[in-house]
Nanobody, 119 residues
């Protein structure tokens, strides 16, 4: 299983970024996917969740109305569109999934991509 994030960078407050997570090594369309983030000195927190078919989504209160999670099961990719970015959105963003393998659930994380919101 491999999750590879891309799309992070430096953006001014009010700007936008789109993060992408390319997944491989498992049946992508069968599993829910999530984006987490971790700011310096803070615990990792759930940002957005999307069900396996894409019809079910959920967001942290802090990003509702500004971030949109989506997935393309044909391309094994999950996206996070981030608009109206704020300095408090600065963090390392991680792609995550939990997979059933050999009758056990196992967590998988990407390497993370840095998002910095600053003027």
């Amino acid at each position: 299983v491999q999750l590879v994030e891309s799309g992070g960078g430096l953006v001014q407050p009010g700007g936008s970024l789109r993060l992408s997570c390319a997944a491989s090594g498992f049946t992508f369309s069968s599993y829910a996917m999530s984006w987490y983030r971790q700011a310096p000195g803070k615990e990792r927190e759930l940002v957005a969740f999307i069900g396996s078919g894409g019809g079910s989504t959920n967001y942290a209160d802090s990003v509702k109305g500004r971030f949109t999670i989506s997935r393309d099961n044909a391309k094994n990719t999950v996206l996070l569109q981030m608009n109206s970015l704020k300095p408090e959105d600065t963090a390392v963003y991680y792609c995550y999934t939990r997979i059933l393998s050999w009758a056990r659930l196992k967590d998988y994380w990407g390497q993370g991509t840095q998002v910095t919101v600053s003027s």
